[in-house]
């Protein structure tokens, strides 16, 4: 596709339950990124993949959240038991460089995930 | 963690006056990015400079950085209503692109 796309644009789940988030990243981007953004603040790194290097998972915040890359392009995002504080815009990037920084990120238009 | 940290966090100016939101980092850099976000949803790239750029332009915007003092600032010129928007720096570190917190800009009419 031509940009980044997100989906859903919005979830609204009911607490405990698990949501699956999906990122389709512009064709021939190596890197994706996972941030999520809680009302007003910045952005909040979870995960990176670059190409078939393992993840960077260090800003998952519990092990109710893990990600997947399949084929090197779509990833899937997946919130499990979903708490009140879960509930922010999950936004998905992605980038053709394989150095983090050294080339623009193009961003997804987000998830908003309220959990109620 | 938090790599850059922009200042101030809110600003308000008349419109047709300058913007200017500076951003501190805390370690070594390739670039340095800037990025525009509307309505809280996805980020719009405005503009890389690299370490041993110290000056970059691009239309109304012109970014600084100071590599000695892990400092940047961006300058928006001749502000215009759509500039409303939050403002955020962004770094590459450590196989990651960490952002910081943002300004809030706000233009008056």
């Known amino acids: 596709g031509a940009g980044v796309s997100q989906s859903p644009s919005n979830k609204v789940t009911e607490k405990g339950k698990d949501v699956e988030l999906r990122c389709d990243p512009i064709?021939?981007?190596?890197?994706l990124y996972w941030y999520r953004q809680s009302l007003g603040q910045g952005l909040e790194f979870l995960i990176y993949?670059?190409?078939?290097?393992?993840?960077?998972k260090s800003g998952l915040p519990s092990d109710r959240f893990s990600a997947e890359r399949t084929g090197g392009s779509v990833s899937t995002l997946t919130i499990q038991r979903t708490q009140q504080e879960d509930s922010a815009v999950y936004l998905c990037?992605?980038?053709?460089?394989?150095?983090?920084?050294?080339?623009?990120?193009?961003f997804g238009q987000g998830t908003r995930l309220t959990v109620v | 963690s938090q790599q850059g940290e922009e200042d101030p966090q809110a600003l308000s100016i008349q419109e047709g006056e300058n913007a200017t939101m500076n951003c501190s980092y805390k370690?070594?850099?390739?670039?340095l990015q800037w990025y525009r976000q509307n309505s809280g949803r996805g980020l719009v790239h405005l503009i890389l400079?690299?370490?041993?750029?110290r000056e970059k332009h691009s239309g109304r915007l012109r970014v600084t950085l100071d590599t000695s003092k892990k400092s940047s600032s961006l300058l928006i010129t001749a502000s215009r209503a759509a500039d409303t928007a939050s403002y955020f720096c962004?770094?590459?570190?450590?196989?990651?692109?960490?952002f910081g917190k943002g300004t809030r800009l706000h233009i008056l009419p």
């Open positions: 990037a992605s980038s053709s460089s394989r150095t983090p920084g050294n080339t623009e990120a193009f």
């Open positions: 064709s021939g981007h190596t890197a």
């Open positions: 993949f670059q190409g078939n290097s393992a993840p960077d």
């Open positions: 370690t070594s850099i390739n670039n």
């Open positions: 400079i690299r370490s041993n750029e």
């Open positions: 962004a770094t590459g570190l450590d196989d990651k692109i960490i």
